[in-house]
């Protein structure tokens, strides 16, 4: 008989895991066979703890989790991940229910699962744009502040990529969650992006400045 692995998720760091994590025990996921992620939305494909979750199921095992909004929040993302697992004759359990991705109607049932998922997402989407609207235009919105500052930010960085610090290392350094660590990496990234192709333009530019005065 296969293994059970489970995985859950949280979209901010004020949520608990506690209740999803006690549910998988319940229907039988070891607690060092679930994995995790917390303040990660459900839109995100790139989860470090759902990674780490579909690279740990093998052929026969179960994939559990507790609703599927869990795994995807993502029509195509659901479906890839459910196509994924069932060619590598991985089972997929829904709470207690196992369904099969081969069965017609199990196939359908997911589905619309996936969709009302999504919908579910860009409504949350929808009233969040809303209500910034509105509390802007009423001048009480000043943006949410990233929790590290960018000094702290460029040392975050600069300790991930010496490979000297895991990524729950810096976080405790700090005195953050891990999802911040992620984030602060991924903003750093992008500034270093756009610092890159300001300067290969600003390159570009000085080679064509030059190549005009000397055919002259």
Not at 10 to 38: F, H, N, W
Not at 105 to 133: D, K, S
Not at 195 to 212: C, D, K, L, P
Request: aromatic residues 6%; glycine residues 10%.
């Amino acid at each position: 008989m296969g293994a059970h692995v489970g995985y859950a998720r949280c979209s901010t760091d004020k949520e608990d895991l506690t209740a999803q994590r006690q549910q998988l025990a319940a229907l039988g996921v070891p607690a060092d066979r679930i994995y995790l992620d917390e303040g990660l939305t459900g839109t995100a494909r790139d989860r470090p703890g759902l990674g780490q979750a579909l690279a740990a199921v093998r052929d026969g095992d179960t994939f559990t989790v507790t609703k599927l909004d869990r795994l995807a929040r993502s029509v195509p993302d659901a479906l890839d991940i459910l196509g994924q697992l069932s060619g590598r004759g991985v089972r997929f359990a829904l709470g207690a229910a196992v369904y099969d991705w081969h069965d017609p109607f199990a196939r359908m049932f997911l589905q619309i699962l996936a969709m009302v998922a999504e919908f579910e997402a860009n409504l949350i989407r929808q009233r969040t744009r809303e209500g910034m609207a509105i509390a802007r235009a009423r001048g009480k919105l000043r943006g949410k502040q990233p929790k590290l500052k960018p000094a702290q930010a460029r040392e975050v960085r600069r300790m991930h990529e010496s490979g000297d610090y895991s990524i729950t290392g810096i976080a405790e350094i700090f005195g953050v969650s891990r999802p911040t660590v992620y984030r602060a990496l991924q903003r750093s990234s992008g500034n270093s992006a756009a610092r890159g192709s300001v300067v290969r333009r600003s390159q570009q530019i000085t080679r064509s400045s030059y190549e005009e005065v000397s055919t002259v």
